[in-house]
């Protein structure tokens, strides 16, 4: 499957690997909807076995000023912790997958030691907004990052043409 | 190694424990938090160790600790090092390999520290402290102060090392590392220090390019200075280095070329206190601490307290990224006004 969100197609993606958590019925029964990320895939290295939580929008705020930014923030960092939580109730029971929209690699992988990785990719970012960004996401994670033993170079903020290097986009 | 710092009514800090220390230790925090307070204190405390029982020194562990932090932090009397309005005196204690150092003292104190234990052996390495500025330009302006007019001004900080890199080189194999290490210094500033012995001068010679040190740049001073040290064996692989402000006088690039050094010395043994202000120093540290996979003890002064983390955990909210972050609002509010 190939998913297009703010100006980029990301994948191809095999159904086995993804879980395009907002598009999903397990999501829409949630009456008061909460804020999700796009989708959750299954992306490995060699090595390790990547779980990616993506996040994408096409530019910074678009009414600049710094309070629009800290919401701006504050959304994207309350939808990677809601996806975040989704996933995890599927996998321990919370919350039954009934019609198979979690791709069954997903249901597989071993939550002890599968990697998380946050992405968000802004596509028309400014370069030289991307690193006070990431380093204010990746400070506000810390606590998350500690609990949950995530790396704190998979909290990611990266730019349409940057992403593009990562092979998750066609 | 240096494995744990305690201090309590030590200046600025009213109580404050530094546990689990590494080879590569960073303190960070803005101006008058007491950073180089806090290097100069644990750098006191293991320099008396080192000097006690020395060659022929006959005087106690007391005497020169009392000497040593009152020529280091310059204070009419000792007793002047006690937080203010602090109900009892100041404790110091230091865990070094599994044994203690620790002293304390009062208010009044003026000549004798009233308690020192140590349990600390004998210790033949040097450690030293490489302040914020260098050394080059001004080492016989500290000689002459200090051994002439024994007077307050150049802290023995400054003194220490200005002895230290005056000693000739002695003969022998040099450790590997330190050998790189200079290779590395030397490569990075394009040139090196040199004494030229009938003028009594320093000069600063690149290629077949000699140059006048007044015109030679301030970092390229400060990184000739260990160069110097690293080869005249007053470093070995059990020293300690403190190095205050270790940004100063570097550009980001020869910084970052420069932490590199510091952490291929540290993996030799030698222990590195660093304290900073510089969003650099933080990032580079926390990318060698994630991709060596090593501890690097991070001591953060932020929102009005003294935290401790590991850089190998991430960077927790602190003052420099905070900072990088107002910058970044600042600059996004000014597009609308």
Redo the contacts between chains.
């Keep these: 499957m190939i998913i297009s969100e703010s100006g980029l197609d990301f994948g191809p993606f095999q159904d086995s690997d993804l879980f395009h958590v907002e598009k999903s019925e397990l999501y829409k029964k949630f009456k008061n909807k909460p804020k999700v990320a796009e989708f959750l895939v299954l992306h490995s290295t060699k090595t390790n076995q990547l779980l990616w939580i993506f996040e994408a929008r096409t530019s910074?705020?678009k009414?600049?000023?710094?309070e629009d930014?800290l919401n701006y923030e504050s959304e994207i960092l309350e939808k990677w912790r809601n996806t975040f939580d989704i996933f995890v109730s599927v996998r321990i029971g919370r919350n039954s997958d009934d019609n198979g929209e979690v791709g069954k690699n997903l249901i597989q992988s071993k939550l002890s030691s599968v990697r998380f990785v946050f992405l968000l990719v802004i596509t028309n970012a400014k370069a030289d907004?991307l690193?006070?960004?990431s380093?204010?996401i990746?400070?506000?994670l810390?606590a998350f990052?500690?609990i949950y033993n995530i790396?704190?170079?998979h909290i990611i903020v990266l730019s349409g043409d940057e992403v593009k290097k990562t092979g998750l986009v066609i | 190694m240096i494995t744990q710092v305690s201090l309590r009514n030590f200046g600025p800090f009213q109580e404050l424990l530094w546990s689990g220390l590494s080879g590569i230790n960073l303190v960070i925090g803005p101006n008058s938090s007491g950073k180089t307070i806090l290097l100069k204190a644990i750098y006191s405390a293991i320099k008396t160790v080192e000097e006690y029982k020395k060659g022929d020194e006959f005087r106690s562990a007391a005497d020169i600790l009392m000497n040593k932090l009152y020529w280091t932090f310059q204070v009419n009397q000792i007793g002047d090092l006690v937080t203010k309005g602090a109900e009892s005196g100041l404790d110091f204690e230091m865990v070094y390999e599994d044994a203690k150092f620790k002293y304390g003292f009062g208010r009044d104190t003026t000549k004798k520290i009233q308690f020192l234990e140590s349990y600390i052996p004998k210790r033949e390495s040097n450690s030293l402290f490489l302040p914020a500025k260098e050394i080059l330009s001004i080492y016989k302006d500290i000689l002459r102060s200090r051994e002439y007019s024994n007077e307050f001004g150049f802290d023995d900080t400054y003194y220490d090392l200005a002895k230290a890199w005056l000693l000739q080189p002695k003969g022998g194999k040099n450790y590997k590392v330190f050998a790189e290490a200079r290779n590395n210094l030397e490569e990075l500033i394009d040139g090196k220090v040199e004494h030229n012995e009938q003028l009594d001068k320093l000069f600063f010679r690149r290629g077949k390019q000699r140059f006048d040190l007044g015109v030679t740049a301030e970092g390229v001073k400060k990184i000739s200075i260990l160069d110097t040290l690293l080869g005249n064996r007053y470093l070995d692989s059990q020293s300690i280095l403190f190095v205050d402000e270790v940004e100063s006088a570097l550009h980001p690039d020869a910084l970052m070329r420069f932490l590199e050094i510091l952490y291929n010395i540290s993996k030799l043994g030698v222990q590195i206190f660093i304290s900073s202000h510089s969003y650099f120093v933080v990032k580079k540290l926390?990318l060698i601490a994630?991709s060596k996979n090593i501890s690097i003890p991070f001591l953060s002064y932020f929102e009005n307290s003294w935290d401790t983390y590991d850089l190998s955990?991430?960077?927790?909210?602190?003052s420099i990224?905070?900072e990088?972050?107002t910058?970044?609002?600042?600059e996004?509010?000014l597009?609308?006004h």
């Design positions: 910074n705020p009414s600049s000023n710094s930014y907004w690193i006070p960004i380093n204010s990746k400070t506000k810390f990052c500690k790396f704190p170079e | 926390y994630r955990d991430g960077i927790p909210p602190n990224i905070e990088s972050v910058l970044f609002h600042e996004i509010d597009a609308v």
